[in-house]
């Protein structure tokens, strides 16, 4: 038996099938990848009935009658960035609920603080450090000001008289506040763990954001979507790690329905929906990633660059009375094809893009 000519057809599994792949091809197998969406739709039927030979034989079915294609097979830096992108993902939904926990814990201990500070300003080091150190306001109101002030400057390069302002500040209001612990307390045991958490967090996140961009830059779809205005570095790398390479994708229509961006069309009768929902059947991370780049244009452009034709585009869709999401909603499609066009076409948005007639139609 010739090995190199003999195929093996599973459905993907999240990460389980990896091991199982990897297996067959250092044999030296023909490997087919089947999106298990493709597999369900195959064998749908009245009945419910789903069992390991079932699977098996709709696999074997759908290779007979060639009702798949095959996928791409990506360079390994792909894979390795689609692991980072992910891994910083999970570590910011874990900071999310370290933060709502850190929220809840400064109710208790310094309510004014909680309610008079802002989100940026109570998570940044220098803050979270000074409560770390002086966790309670009775520990805040025995110190002197210009001590308060070396915590808060210690977190940066040189001391300024903003830090004696900011101190000041703090410390009146520990004096005027009401709390529900004492000192004591194993709260504020809790509450110290949980700052150095939030702060070691933070330090991971930013290491993989850097080490993430890094490996961004060495692909040319990077250099693209970077060259876009509002779109950072990092989002830049997010969306090369979770698209990988975009000429993979022969059509705009396949490269939005693989972020899940493509409208369902329901028909009933003679009346047909051609613009409904979102499939949200795609690349959850990548269509986050999207929504957030969509919503940070709109943002600097409505204050630098009323012209940007993203935010021109988000304000007609609200002058028909769409909501807020369902227009940012649309504005990730717009992006998706300006995207799609630069790299297909080898240009960068600041100059070619608005000058080369050739992709004005497309957008």
Do not use: W
């Amino acid at each position: 038996m010739d090995i190199s000519q003999t195929e093996i057809i599973l459905e993907s599994t999240s990460m389980y099938h990896y091991p199982v792949v990897s297996f067959f091809k250092n044999l030296g197998f023909v490997v087919i990848i089947l999106n298990p969406i493709i597999s369900r739709e195959h064998k749908r039927n009245l009945r419910k009935t789903k069992t390991d030979l079932i699977d098996c034989v709709n696999l074997a079915a759908i290779y007979f009658e060639k009702k798949f294609n095959l996928q791409k097979e990506h360079l390994p830096i792909y894979h390795q960035m689609q692991s980072i992108s992910r891994h910083i993902f999970t570590l910011n939904e874990s900071m999310v609920r370290y933060k709502n926990r850190y929220h809840q814990l400064l109710e208790l201990i310094f309510p004014l603080y909680e309610y008079t500070l802002k989100n940026e300003v109570k998570f940044k080091s220098d803050h979270m450090t000074l409560l770390k150190t002086f966790p309670h306001p009775e520990l805040l109101i025995h110190q002197r000001v210009d001590r308060l002030a070396t915590v808060l400057a210690s977190m940066h390069k040189r001391m300024d008289h903003r830090f004696l302002k900011t101190a000041q500040m703090i410390k009146d209001l520990a004096k005027m506040t009401l709390y529900s612990v004492s000192k004591d307390d194993v709260v504020i045991d809790e509450f110290v763990e949980l700052s150095n958490l939030i702060l070691d967090l933070d330090d991971k996140i930013m290491h993989h954001q850097n080490l993430l961009i890094d490996l961004a830059q060495t692909r040319t779809d990077f250099h693209k979507i970077v060259s876009i205005f509002g779109i950072s570095s990092y989002m830049a790398a997010l969306l090369v790690a979770e698209l990988k390479d975009l000429s993979s994708y022969k059509t705009i229509k396949k490269l939005t329905a693989a972020c899940g961006l493509d409208p369902t069309i329901i028909q009933s009768g003679k009346s047909i929906d051609y613009h409904g929902h979102i499939s949200k059947r795609g690349n959850k991370h990548a269509r986050k990633a999207l929504f957030n780049i969509v919503s940070a244009i709109i943002r600097i452009s409505s204050r630098v660059n009323p012209q940007n034709p993203i935010l021109v585009y988000y304000r007609k869709k609200r002058s028909e009375n769409k909501h807020h999401y369902a227009s940012v909603i649309a504005c990730t499609t717009k992006l998706l094809r300006i995207i799609f066009t630069l790299c297909k076409n080898d240009l960068t948005y600041s100059y070619q893009y608005n000058q080369n007639h050739l992709v004005t139609p497309i957008v």
